[in-house]
């Protein structure tokens, strides 16, 4: 099947240090992918859609230029948490669209402190 | 009001018991149902998609009925493997993101 593949799986940085993370399809394009923030105790909250070749499209509350989003290839998309706080912490979760189905990367888990 | 919502739980059933999961979404143009499964610090994966007719699984069934915008999802002789967090998830016609419901705690004990 469909396998994503989402690194590092975690990081611990420094408050106003930028944290890059990295989703890859590996075995399929994917024009569509999907980032989502976990914080705990709660359910995943989409935070962007990133289109390859195309500016993301954010969600309501979620500031774009704190999360900065690239897609240039159909198999990569990374994330970039820039000037990372401690209230960045969470678990950080991509997900790439095929046709109809939805595989999801491992997750990352952040830590600012 | 959340677009999907679920039972809070947490639930905490003893192995071999039928655990009964609810979830309501509120956007009627919703096409596509699914329950994915989370284990602690872990992706959340497909566990089944929801169909209008009813599906089974196994020892797992969902159900879905469109006119109460009702999706559920019952677990039979649970298993120890069974504890996890049971996530309802919906998307739209034309809309490519999906809709997480907060999710529902679940411990099978022995």
């Known amino acids: 099947g469909a396998v994503v593949s989402q690194h590092p799986s975690w990081v611990i940085c420094k408050s106003g240090t930028s944290v890059k993370i990295e989703c890859r399809s590996l075995d399929f394009q994917a024009t569509t992918m999907f980032w989502y923030r976990q914080f705990p105790k709660q359910s995943l909250m989409l935070m962007a859609t990133?289109?390859?070749?195309?500016?993301?499209?954010?969600e309501q509350g979620v500031e774009k230029d704190k999360f900065l989003i690239n897609h240039a290839s159909l198999t990569l998309s990374t994330l970039t948490v820039t000037s990372a706080h401690p209230e960045d912490s969470s678990f950080y979760i991509c997900?790439?669209?095929?046709?109809?189905?939805?595989?999801f990367g491992s997750g990352t888990r952040l830590t600012v402190v | 009001r959340k677009e999907v919502e679920q039972d809070p739980g947490p639930f905490n059933v003893p192995e071999g018991a039928t655990v009964a999961f609810n979830c309501t979404y509120s956007?009627?143009?919703?096409?596509?149902f699914f329950w994915y499964r989370q284990d602690c610090r872990k992706e959340p994966k497909l566990l089944m998609s929801?169909?209008?007719s009813g599906n089974e699984d196994g020892r797992f069934t969902a159900q879905l009925n469109r006119a109460s915008q009702y999706i559920s999802l019952l677990i039979r002789d649970s298993k120890l493997s069974d504890s996890a967090t049971y996530l309802c998830?919906?998307?739209?016609?034309?809309?490519?993101?999906?809709?997480f419901g907060q999710g529902t705690r679940l411990t099978i004990n022995p």
């Open positions: 956007n009627s143009a919703s096409q596509s």
């Open positions: 990133s289109n390859e070749g195309s500016k993301a499209t954010y």
């Open positions: 929801v169909y209008s």
């Open positions: 998830v919906v998307n739209s016609r034309g809309a490519q993101k999906l809709v």
């Open positions: 997900s790439a669209r095929e046709g109809g189905d939805y595989t």
